[in-house]
């Protein structure tokens, strides 16, 4: 399994209150993403990195922000917890730095944040 | 219009049976296609890729079709175990990684 891991897996929050969320890879691929999962949604991309320091807007990026400042970590945060925020959030990674291997993403095992 | 979209399902397979799937997307310029598996409460899993030429993984086999701009994915002697969420995934310019909502299968015996 790529190495990808997402701390916490489980927060629960009360409204107006800030949450960080981190993504963190071994496997230098330069491309990070942050999904958020709801019933009858599907995945929907929040933001998404394509570097260190650079990143873009995915189509749900109305109340986060996102920052990458090397390239093993990739951070969301909910700046004011609302309830409509309750989500299974998932990172995923592709392409080696390297430019080996191929183009596809792997998932982190997702974080579960209920916010109250 | 969603980027990409799927028959949410669900696609009710007898076990032994082939079930198909297509999955549209809107974006022209699309670069790459994948297949993505999730099991309830579990992160998604790559499938397979989907390449111009069409492309098999045992019993999975996926298409491209560029000119109607959909992929699709065909199961064929289905197993208990095959019974998932599907979704497929499609990667546009700027390596953008947009899903589409989920197929859901479920295979009974």
């Known amino acids: 399994d790529a190495g990808i891991t997402q701390s916490p897996r489980h927060k629960v929050t009360e409204t107006g209150t800030p949450v960080t969320l981190r993504c963190h890879q071994t496997?230098?691929?330069?491309?990070m993403y942050w999904y958020r999962q709801d019933p009858g949604h599907g995945l929907r991309l929040i933001h998404y990195s394509y570097g260190v320091k650079d990143t873009d807007k995915g189509e749900v990026s109305d109340g986060y922000s996102v920052s990458r400042s090397k390239t093993e970590d990739f951070l969301l945060t909910l700046e004011s917890a609302t309830s409509s925020q309750t989500s299974v959030y998932f990172c995923?990674?592709?392409?080696?730095?390297?430019?080996?291997?191929?183009?596809?993403?792997?998932f982190g095992q997702g974080t579960r944040l209920t916010v109250v | 219009r969603k980027e990409v979209e799927q028959d949410p399902g669900p696609f009710n397979v007898p076990e032994g049976a082939t079930v198909a799937f297509n999955c549209t997307y809107s974006n022209s310029a699309s670069q790459s296609f994948f297949w993505y598996r999730q099991d309830c409460r579990k992160e998604p899993k790559l499938l397979m890729s989907v390449y111009s030429s069409g492309n098999e993984d045992g019993r999975f086999t996926a298409q491209l079709n560029r000119a109607s701009q959909y992929i699709s994915l065909l199961i064929r002697d289905s197993k208990l175990s095959d019974s998932a969420t599907y979704l497929c995934?499609?990667?546009?310019?700027?390596?953008?990684?947009?899903f589409g909502g989920g197929t859901r299968v479920l295979v009974k015996p």
């Open positions: 995923a990674i592709s392409e080696s730095v390297s430019g080996t291997g191929g183009t596809e993403a792997f």
């Open positions: 995934a499609v990667k546009a310019a700027g390596n953008k990684l947009t």
């Open positions: 496997e230098n691929h330069r491309y």
